[in-house]
C-alpha cells in the first residue's frame, strides 16, 4: 500500500471480503534470490489466513516453507479503470498436523493440477492491506484509453 | 518457472505475445525489506522491455528504481481451470533521458491516476519466463470444483 497515489485505502475487513470472492491469487516470494510469481487456487480461513494445496515435491514448497511471503488477488476492469487489490502479508508453514492436515483434505482448496502427494501451506495473516479505485477516467474526466 | 508441475513452459516468444495482450499487470518488489505487489497498467516495447508510467513523487519509484523487479501479467479461466502466466524478471530504471522522455509522452502508457509530475519506469526483459496450463479439469478427467 502506498499512500497518496489516487487510490482509497481499505481495511482490513473490506480487504477479507473481497479476497473471499476471488478464486485466485499469485503468492509473491523470493526464489534463488530473485523476486517470484506464481497464480494459484486457494481456500481463505475465517481468520484470514490463505490456505494452499500443492505438490509436496514442489520447487513452490521448499522456496516457500518457513518465509515470509505476499499473497495478492486483484480484479481490474481495464475499460472503467476501476478495481481492487488486496495483499496478505506473512509467514507461510506447510501444515504438518496429521489431524489438520486430514481435516484440509477434506475441507480445503482442490488442487487444479493434483499430484500424488499433497500438502497445505498456510500464511498467516499478519498484514492485510489493500487499494481500490474507482472508475480513474471518471474521476478524472479524462479518456485515458486513446 | 517450476520444472515437472504439471504446467507447460513457454518460451520468450510465445510470452511476449501473451503479454502484448495483457493491459495490466503487477510489479513485484522488495518494500521494506517485505514482499510486495501491485497491479498497474503497462506497455511493452518491441524488445520484451515492460514500461511504467507513474507519479514522480510515488513510493514506488524510489521502491524500485535500480532494483531487480518482476512483473507478471496472466489471464486465468477458473471454470475451465485454464490460463496462462508470464513474467518479466529484469532492473527497473527510471526513464531519465529527456528525449526518451518526451518521446514516451507521446507514445507511451497512459496513466490511470494522473499526477502532476509523471516519470517512466522500465523494466528490462533479462528473464522472460511464462507457464500456462490447459484445463485442469479436462486434463484429468476430474471435477475439482465440487
Avoid at 499512500?3 to 526464489?31: M, S
Avoid at 515435491?57 to 481492487?84: C, K, N, Y
Wanted: proline share 5%; charged share 25%.
Amino acid at each position: 500500500m502506498y499512500p497518496n497515489d489516487g487510490f482509497r485505502e481499505l481495511d482490513r475487513e473490506e480487504c477479507l471480503r473481497l479476497l473471499a470472492k476471488a478464486a485466485v491469487g499469485r503468492i509473491v516470494h523470493t526464489r534463488q534470490a530473485l523476486p517470484a510469481v506464481l497464480p494459484v487456487n486457494f481456500a481463505l480461513e475465517d481468520d484470514g489466513s490463505v490456505l494452499l494445496r500443492t505438490s509436496a515435491a514442489s520447487e513452490l514448497v521448499r522456496a516457500i516453507d518457513g518465509s515470509v511471503v505476499a499473497f495478492e488477488a486483484d480484479q481490474v476492469d481495464v475499460t472503467t479503470q476501476s478495481g481492487w487489490s488486496v495483499v496478505v502479508t506473512g509467514g507461510a508453514t506447510v501444515v504438518t498436523d496429521a489431524a489438520e492436515h486430514e481435516r484440509l483434505v477434506r475441507t480445503g482448496p482442490r488442487s487444479w493440477v493434483p499430484a500424488p502427494q499433497e500438502v497445505f501451506v498456510r500464511i498467516a495473516p499478519e498484514l492485510v492491506t489493500g487499494r481500490e479505485l474507482v472508475g480513474g477516467r471518471t474521476m478524472y474526466g479524462l479518456d485515458l484509453t486513446s
